[in-house]
């Protein structure tokens, strides 16, 4: 088996539903495996690290994928991610990060605090009504969705009254973030680019019209100023990445996490108790099972290597953070889930000039949540078989159903 072998066996349902037994795998063939093509799959924890730390290693742009396939600049939902500091390099990428975090800051975030806990309260109480008679509620749908969109719309300042909407948009969008084999599988994605970059520019246009104490008026008003900080086609791309990241990893973080408590009671017992930190809980549900398995890279200059290997520059890799959060030569017993590590330091969230940037918020919401929802449903169950997304880049369940008599 060699790194073209494991991209193949990734791309199939069944590996992508357990790939943990091939990521092991690759741990015994090497850290870094060329995949043929110029290409290479990275997955010791240590070489995937230093690639997302080291700026000589960017991500492939928009251009580029233009020059490997002109049809590519067809579909707008690539072009949108290709406009947002996801896909973009220096000077580009800083340049935007840095506007968006002037307003996307720490202080900001810790304020919202009071809003998430009565956020689930609110959501708690839904459940609580919904399952009443005893029938099962989808964890899914009535809070591990619920509770991110109305945090990040909240921040962002999208109207209560739209956010119904955006989980299907959000979904068929993120499509276009996985390894895709064929670019006309990429129809819904481009109808849900449009829509989302139509609904941002109305709402853009009403918010230069009446600020609000919300992002989208403060990084609104910074293109409107002009000078080249932003330009309107940036504002529209990363507002759209912010609405989307900003739900789509927590939803999948707050569902493989209460999946883990399922199969681990004691965790879940150590959480009622206060004796175990949600805190840590969190970072081995981010470290165990991350809602982000993968990313790319492009070598972008001579002499580079990782781990020894020469990486030859415009080599494409192919980062399995899934499988560098399991590296053997990183954490004792990677296969074992142990919310008590207090070395756990998951690469979930990235690293360098890309690290994400609501990590802070993802943080916060899911120590928040699942204290309380244990707390609220003593007798918290699973109510039937739950279903998983099929995706390898992002990681979750479609439904998680569950009595809460």
């Known amino acids: 088996m060699d790194g073209a072998a494991i991209i193949e066996q990734l791309m199939t349902t069944e590996v992508r539903t357990d790939p943990y037994p091939l990521y092991a795998r690759a741990h015994e063939l090497g850290p870094v495996l060329p995949a043929g093509d110029g290409m290479f799959v990275v997955s010791g924890y240590a070489a995937v690290n230093k690639v997302l730390r080291t700026s000589a290693f960017g991500v492939a742009t928009a251009d580029m994928m233009a020059g490997l396939a002109p049809e590519f600049s067809e579909h707008s939902s690539l072009a949108l991610f290709g406009r947002s500091i996801l896909q973009r390099n220096a000077p580009d990428q800083p340049r935007v990060r840095s506007l968006i975090a002037s307003v996307f800051t720490a202080r900001r975030v810790a304020a919202l605090r009071p809003a998430v806990e009565a956020a689930v309260g609110r959501l708690l109480d839904g459940m609580a009504e919904q399952g009443a008679d005893g029938s099962p509620v989808d964890f899914m749908d009535a809070f591990a969705f619920r509770l991110p969109v109305g945090v990040i719309c909240e921040l962002l300042g999208v109207p209560e009254r739209d956010r119904y909407r955006f989980r299907g948009l959000a ?81 999948n973080l707050l569902g493989n996490g209460l999946a883990l408590l399922f199969r681990h009671p004691e965790a879940a017992a150590g959480l009622r108790s206060g004796t175990l930190s949600p805190a840590g809980f969190t970072d081995e549900v981010l470290r165990f099972d991350s809602p982000v398995q993968a990313t790319g890279r492009v070598a972008l200059a001579e002499g580079l290597s990782i781990e020894g290997l020469p990486v030859p520059a415009d080599s494409g890799l192919t980062l399995l953070i899934g499988a560098a959060n399991h590296d053997p030569a990183r954490y004792e017993r990677p296969g074992v889930f142990d919310p008590t590590r207090t070395d756990s330091q998951p690469l979930s969230f990235g690293g360098g000039t890309h690290f994400c940037l609501g990590s802070q918020l993802a943080r916060m919401e899911a120590e928040v949540a699942v204290p309380a929802l244990l707390d609220r449903f003593p007798r918290l169950a699973r109510g039937g078989v739950p279903t998983r997304r099929d995706r390898l880049v992002l990681r979750g369940y479609e439904t998680l159903p569950v009595t809460v008599r």
């Open 171 to 251: 979904s068929d969008l993120t499509v276009a973030l996985e390894i895709v084999q064929d670019l006309d599988d990429l129809d819904e994605a481009d109808r849900a680019a449009d829509e989302l970059s139509g609904y941002f520019t109305e709402l853009v246009a009403e918010r230069l019209a009446r600020p609000q104490d919300d992002l989208v008026s403060d990084l609104a008003r910074i293109a409107a100023d002009g000078g080249g900080r932003l330009s309107g086609q940036e504002l529209l791309a990363n507002l759209v990445l912010l609405l989307v990241a900003g739900f789509e990893t927590t939803t």
